[in-house]
């Protein structure tokens, strides 16, 4: 069984520029987390989807990130415009259903913003 | 949000059982205990998780006080591959999601 993916690996953009990152959770996993660490600081949750459907984006840190996760496949974190404290890795993780489910992580997407 | 206290650091000789401590004083009865891990440059690996009992898995054993103030992870033969920043997490609720709210952890050296 595939486990979750992140694309890309790493992403060094300039200031002001958009980046895209994409998850791809196991599949038939509802639930899809974003989650990101910054600057060595913890790991912090930023949003939740329940299939298509954004459950819970109390840790989404302003309006300059965009999650989707149209048909309730592969989400997107967009990033527009970028600044240098969103640098850090950000990652991915998708559990099936809610509750206590066992959350899986991605092996997460390096973001350096220059 | 119950929040969990950890060692910044521990070593442990290769071979022998590492026993990571954890304190959430402040948890609440219907709140787990989930420990991850994060070996360098990867995601966190899920670990094992318990309400009051012990619990052991392939992985590691995981004993909680019975007052559920604290508990221990234990690795019983530490390997190198051990070699990780290990979480110690309470569930909580939050508008209807299980977000896991991570602290600093404990950065656990397996020593050859």
Not at chain 2, 75 to 98: E, F, K, M, N, S
Not at chain 2, 102 to 107: A, D, E, L, N
């Amino acid at each position: 069984e595939a486990g979750v993916t992140q694309f890309p690996s790493h992403s060094v953009i300039e200031k002001g520029q958009t980046v895209t990152l994409r998850c791809d959770p196991i599949s038939g996993h509802d639930n899809l987390y974003w989650y990101r660490r910054v600057m060595g600081k913890e790991i912090k949750f930023l949003l939740h989807f329940v299939k298509e459907s954004k459950q819970d984006e109390s840790g989404m840190p302003n309006n300059r990130f965009l999650a989707e996760r149209t048909g309730g496949t592969y989400s997107t974190l967009k990033v527009q415009p970028a600044e240098l404290e969103d640098s850090g890795v950000y990652f991915c993780a998708s559990s099936q259903g809610q509750g206590l489910d066992t959350q899986y992580f991605g092996p997460g997407t390096r973001l350096t913003v220059l | 949000d119950a929040k969990t206290t950890q060692p910044p650091s521990m070593d442990c000789a290769e071979g022998r059982a590492a026993n990571l401590p954890c304190n959430h004083s402040t948890i609440s009865g219907n709140e787990y205990v989930y420990w991850y891990r994060q070996i360098h440059s990867q995601g966190p690996q899920y670990i094992i998780h318990g309400l009051k009992n012990n619990e052991t898995n392939e992985m590691a054993s995981l004993i909680i006080t019975e007052d559920r103030k604290s508990s221990t992870l234990i690795l019983p033969h530490a390997t190198l591959r051990d070699t990780a920043v290990y979480y110690c997490i309470v569930r909580v609720w939050g508008q209807g999601a299980q977000k896991l709210v991570f602290g600093q952890g404990t950065r656990l050296t397996i020593n050859p």
